[in-house]
């Protein structure tokens, strides 16, 4: 019996975000490795899903047609219409984005730093499960085996999403961490909540349409209220949001081991947390996706 017989479909829904990619010739080249990556070690079919500007989806498009020609049967290109999600994700994300960007709601395609967490009320119905990937990764095992993590879930998962690897959300939630000191928020793993990183999100379509649960807290005054209460205000998008929800629903999410989004970046290594970085940093065991995030080269091998 293979071991990946159980629960993975012939093809997989792979979305990842690649926009402001004309003239860009650094994000091309993240986004060229990716895709190399995930298609030589891939044992199923893949549907690509590019979500960008349609300069972007062009550049994607040319960059996979040269990707491993020998078995050009391995994957596909799935056209969206992207002006209409982005319109569509603009008012249900709108109050999100007060909370978790720089620039809160002004542009349209900005709005689609935050498909992750209401994709399931843009894309069809027929979708099930999808894997959502930033561009900067490089896959070393095969994302069936990544799909597999879908069956892992808890009753109430309805997203797989891995740690953060730095100290980011400690520095975050610094003001309530000192009036709480107690507090497991913003604490490292495996006892703390060190807070998520979107790179690699297993999101299973289905159940965050059907949880009330989950759909209760895309709501303007959910986020104003737990923002306070957190003294929390973010920059990172999606996984802000997902980390600041998470705190009082855990069990939302089904935390993907670190192997799956082996984050590189050392940012916060030097910027006073040198005591407590490894805490977070560290990941144990084989690498099967290295995420080389903020700018970090990803080794070679
Ligand atoms: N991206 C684009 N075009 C851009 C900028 C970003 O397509 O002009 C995509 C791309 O897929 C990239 C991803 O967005 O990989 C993340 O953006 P990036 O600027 O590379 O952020 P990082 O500092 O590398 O990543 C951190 C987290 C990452 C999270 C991101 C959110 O590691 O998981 O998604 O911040 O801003």
Same mark, same amino acid.
């Given at each position: @019996?293979s071991?990946?017989?159980?629960?993975?479909?012939?093809?997989?829904?792979?979305?990842?975000?690649? $926009?402001?990619?004309?003239?860009?010739?650094?994000?091309? #080249?993240?986004?060229?490795r990716?895709?190399? %990556?995930? @298609?030589k070690?891939?044992? @199923?079919?893949?549907?690509?899903?590019?979500?960008?500007?349609?300069? %972007?989806?062009?550049?994607?498009e040319? =960059?996979l047609?040269?990707v491993?020609s020998? $078995?050009?049967?391995?994957?596909?290109?799935?056209?969206?219409? =992207? #002006?209409?999600?982005? &319109?569509?994700?603009?008012?249900?994300?709108?109050?999100? !984005? /007060?909370?978790?960007?720089?620039?809160?709601?002004?542009?349209?395609?900005? %709005?689609?730093?935050f498909?992750?967490?209401? =994709?399931?009320?843009?894309?069809?119905?027929?979708?099930?499960?999808?894997i959502m *990937? #930033?561009? #900067?990764?490089?896959?070393?095992?095969?994302?069936?085996?990544?799909? !597999?993590?879908?069956?892992?879930?808890?009753? +109430?998962?309805?997203?797989g999403?891995?740690?953060?690897?730095?100290?980011v959300?400690?520095?975050?939630?610094?003001?309530?961490?000192?009036?709480n000191? %107690? $507090?497991?928020?913003?604490?490292?793993?495996? &006892?703390?909540?060190?807070?998520?990183?979107?790179?690699?999100?297993?999101?299973?379509? +289905?159940r965050?349409?059907?949880?009330?649960?989950?759909?209760?807290?895309?709501n303007e005054q959910?986020?104003?209220?737990q923002?306070? /209460?957190?003294?929390?205000?973010?920059?990172?998008?999606? !996984?802000?949001?997902? $980390? *600041?929800?998470?705190?009082? +629903?855990e069990?939302?999410?089904?935390?993907?081991?670190?192997?799956?989004?082996?984050?590189l970046? /050392?940012?916060?290594?030097? &910027?006073?947390?040198?005591? @407590?970085?490894?805490l977070?940093? /560290?990941?144990?065991?084989?690498?099967?996706?290295?995420?080389?995030?903020? +700018?970090?080269?990803?080794?070679?091998?």
């Amino acid at each position: @019996v293979s071991e990946l017989e159980f629960s993975v479909p012939e093809e997989i829904d792979v979305i990842i975000t690649f $926009t402001k990619a004309k003239d860009n010739w650094q994000l091309a #080249d993240k986004f060229r490795r990716c895709v190399a %990556s995930l @298609v030589k070690h891939s044992s @199923v079919m893949l549907a690509f899903h590019i979500i960008g500007d349609k300069d %972007s989806q062009q550049i994607a498009e040319k =960059i996979l047609k040269e990707v491993d020609s020998g $078995t050009a049967a391995k994957h596909r290109v799935v056209h969206l219409d =992207i #002006d209409t999600m982005a &319109k569509e994700l603009h008012s249900i994300v709108l109050p999100m !984005q /007060k909370y978790f960007s720089y620039k809160p709601g002004s542009y349209y395609s900005d %709005s689609l730093f935050f498909l992750s967490a209401a =994709i399931h009320r843009v894309v069809p119905e027929t979708m099930h499960r999808v894997i959502m *990937l #930033d561009a #900067d990764l490089k896959f070393r095992e095969d994302i069936a085996k990544l799909y !597999q993590k879908f069956n892992d879930f808890k009753e +109430h998962n309805v997203i797989g999403i891995a740690y953060e690897g730095q100290p980011v959300y400690r520095h975050t939630f610094w003001k309530y961490r000192q009036e709480n000191p %107690s $507090t497991r928020v913003g604490d490292p793993p495996p &006892k703390g909540l060190p807070g998520f990183n979107s790179g690699v999100l297993l999101l299973d379509l +289905h159940r965050m349409r059907n949880s009330k649960h989950y759909n209760s807290l895309i709501n303007e005054q959910v986020l104003e209220e737990q923002t306070k /209460k957190y003294s929390f205000k973010g920059h990172l998008g999606d !996984q802000d949001f997902f $980390t *600041l929800i998470s705190i009082e +629903h855990e069990e939302l999410f089904y935390v993907l081991p670190c192997n799956w989004n082996r984050q590189l970046c /050392k940012y916060w290594r030097d &910027k006073g947390y040198e005591s @407590v970085f490894d805490l977070y940093f /560290k990941c144990e065991g084989p690498i099967y996706v290295y995420h080389g995030n903020c +700018h970090t080269p990803i080794p070679e091998d």
